[in-house]
């Protein structure tokens, strides 16, 4: 690789900062209808980037949902093997609004960090990608290997549409392997290859009560309180000890093995207190937070709503109450059947005076493990460590991305996760933000490793 | 009392259903400062329509809260005795509005009933008494008796101000008996003396986790999500056979004799899974709903919120999770005690990871019991019977008027709850609404009842 194209990427960092923040302005929140044209904005923007560097037979693909962008690029040769890129373009909502000390769509640089919404989550790490390619192609005219842009819509509403996309196109996505910056690092600057990943299911649990609000005078004592009830169904489903104590749910789960518990206590990590200023962390009865965290599967309540949230007292007994429940699980759990037992415990210890109505996640995920002595893993850690200038370290994390088990599932091709997060990013938190150095050193990693697995 | 009294009432229908519209039609919304100016129109409303009946002494007192309307009539003469009516102006929200048939003040007559918030709580039954002060001045040019007007904007927010009132101007309110028509009968055209009322007593739950959202996939496993700590906090107050587990909730709670069962049992009531189409109807161990609801405690969740409530999924630990409760308390309960065991629950069973914070429920109210035998209250019955053409019957019910127990406090003065509302007015509801039954026989009796007690 010749030095121009880390000298380009120097040279132009302002602009190219300039271009990323007017692709952060645009509220691409993918859950909300209300963003629909926003969304249209931002595939938009990455097409014209894409057009502008050069690529081939660009298509804004319908998906029955958020559109995906495609693109090719063949410059390359027969002989260069070719690469899927992946990555997102819609992001989380922004609320709570308050929250944020700069306006999460109007990008700003403090403390060296890039702060909005998507800068770290997808956006800002797809943006690496394109500058990267950018940086190629004017300085050397080509890119080191042939290119199939993926880049998706839904990934924050469970890429709702991918897997259709995926599994219908397999002759225009097949590729020798795939690329997602789509994860983090264990700390700032400090390089990470990710081997594992969670899988996720979830439902949403509805108790309905009477047919509208009470007066908890005149019906108190004659009716079950729907809140009281999902209190009642939710307590049971996960101990004070934090183990899930939903029959059935840690079937099949592989033991933690002695090597991979020091290979987790080996990694530094992150202060959890520090960074959430909680009085203590607390985790699943005989496992380390970390241990918790990255390698065993969690139970969570995301929301939960029930009666009057407005200021002062309302003396009701509610209508209904709803929450919403998601898992992150670990190799060896089935989402669909994790999902059958949540619903089966719910329905069983519902109490009388109530009906419960369970409504499944639609899009669920497997766990993802990938072999960390890989050729095109190894060669991705010495980019790593080339740009960074440090060791690389091995780490699985709780995060869950669909679109690696579907493109192993479809595909059965090797998946490099080059991710460039850190853990103070504040993902889909209000004061989202993503460091400049990860920007910066992150472009040089991906230039250095396109030039490294040019050959096949 | 002279016929033309009822032949006014009767003739002028149409008038004063016009004119309790305009009222009604004021969203005195008492819990939310962006109606205070409608509070005042309705402060206003009243003390116009007391000018033209007759009042003197008319004062719109400031409170430090929403303002409280007095007014005097000493035309009966020293030899007659003195009334003090008491009522409120003030409603409750009318959210959630989507579930209003007909707009909440915009009234509508339907099916034999005034739809509006209000109508029954209790603006509606205001009305009438002034109405009834109406017709008596305009046939016979005088009331039977002297009359202090008490009309407060504070009732749903718990009478925040008007106890000091009561204990600070004690001679100007002060009176022989008092009246109060801010309650229900039964059933529709049931006459009902309620002899018992619930006192009230409430908190307010925060359970605060991380100080911000976070990703559940990077800290689940290593933070407390704070909704499950409050359904933990929660689950562990009322068992699911209704019965409160809180030590000493139930410390000095008068048992229920076997006379009073039978009491209970013999009142007809309302068919409650009809009125509420819930499946079955749940009570504590040990009681009959009818029994839970007229003479038990009750501890109701109001509302519940935290974490993420929007469309489609947010896979986060949400930083903090609310609990609105009340209690509904009974004869032989201490409301601040009762306050003081909730808050001592929640500290002894709160898990780490998290903290908790208790609000109390600034305003509280005890118990109200009278004697049935009254002669004051016997009155009353007759003038029910009389108007409705039915034996009235005598019933405990499980609302909560503190302004009852503060005047028992301060006046020690018999008080005579008339009330007309139904056991489908769906107070504090969507759809609340009145019977013109109870419209109309209510003022006759309200006709009768003057005349009844006009000599000392």
Excluded at 296 to 314: A, D, L, S, V
Aim: with cysteine; charged share 25%; net charge negative.
């Amino acid at each position: 690789m010749s030095e121009q194209v880390l000298q380009y990427l120097q040279e132009h960092q302002q602009r190219l900062l300039d271009k990323l923040f007017e692709f952060l302005a645009i509220p691409s929140v993918s859950t909300d209808s209300a963003h629909k044209e926003d969304i249209h904005k931002a595939a938009d923007f990455i097409t014209t980037y894409l057009q502008d560097i050069g690529f081939k037979n660009i298509e804004k693909q319908e998906t029955g949902g958020h559109p995906l962008v495609y693109a090719e690029y063949n410059g390359a040769g027969a002989e260069a093997p070719t690469v899927l890129f992946y990555g997102h373009y819609d992001v989380q909502p922004a609320d709570p609004l308050e929250l944020w000390d700069s306006e999460p769509f109007k990008p700003e640089i403090r403390d060296g960090r890039i702060f909005a919404r998507g800068s770290s989550d997808d956006k800002g790490q797809v943006f690496m990608h394109l500058a990267v390619f950018e940086a190629y192609m004017k300085t050397e005219g080509k890119l080191p290997l042939n290119v199939k842009v993926c880049i998706e819509g839904e990934e924050e509403i469970g890429s709702e549409n991918l897997y259709k996309v995926l599994h219908d196109k397999k002759e225009q996505f097949q590729a020798d392997f795939a690329v997602i910056s789509d994860s983090g690092m264990v700390e700032k600057n400090q390089p990470t290859i990710l081997y594992g990943l969670k899988g996720f299911t979830g439902i949403e649990i509805t108790v309905n009560g009477p047919d509208h609000d009470l007066h908890s005078g005149m019906y108190g004592g004659a009716v079950r309180n729907p809140i009281m009830a999902l209190n009642h169904i939710l307590a049971s489903m996960k101990n004070e000890e934090e183990v899930v104590t939903v029959d059935g749910f840690y079937d099949g789960v592989e033991p933690l093995s002695d090597e991979e518990r020091e290979l987790i206590d080996q990694v530094k990590g992150e202060d959890y207190v520090k960074a959430t200023s909680i009085p203590e962390t607390v985790s699943e009865k005989g496992y380390t937070a970390k241990e918790h965290t990255m390698a065993r599967p969690t139970f969570e309540i995301n929301g939960m709503y029930g009666g009057y949230q407005g200021e002062g007292t309302k003396t009701i007994i509610p209508s209904s109450a709803t929450a919403k429940i998601t898992c992150r699980l670990v190799p060896g759990q089935d989402p669909e059947r994790v999902q059958q037992l949540l619903e089966k415990h719910v329905k069983r210890v519902a109490p009388a005076g109530v009906t419960v109505e369970v409504i499944k996640e639609k899009l669920s995920a497997k766990a993802y493990k990938v072999d960390p002595d890989h050729a095109l893993i190894k060669k991705a850690a010495e980019s790593y460590t080339k740009a960074f200038g440090k060791e690389t370290v091995y780490v699985r994390m709780g995060g869950s991305i669909p679109v690696v088990e579907w493109m192993e599932a479809i595909y059965q091709m090797p998946i490099v996760l080059l991710g460039f997060g850190t853990p103070d990013d504040r993902l889909h938190s209000p004061n989202e933000s993503f460091p400049l150095d990860s920007f910066e050193k992150g472009m040089e990693t991906l230039a250095y490793y396109w030039n490294q697995v040019k050959d096949k």
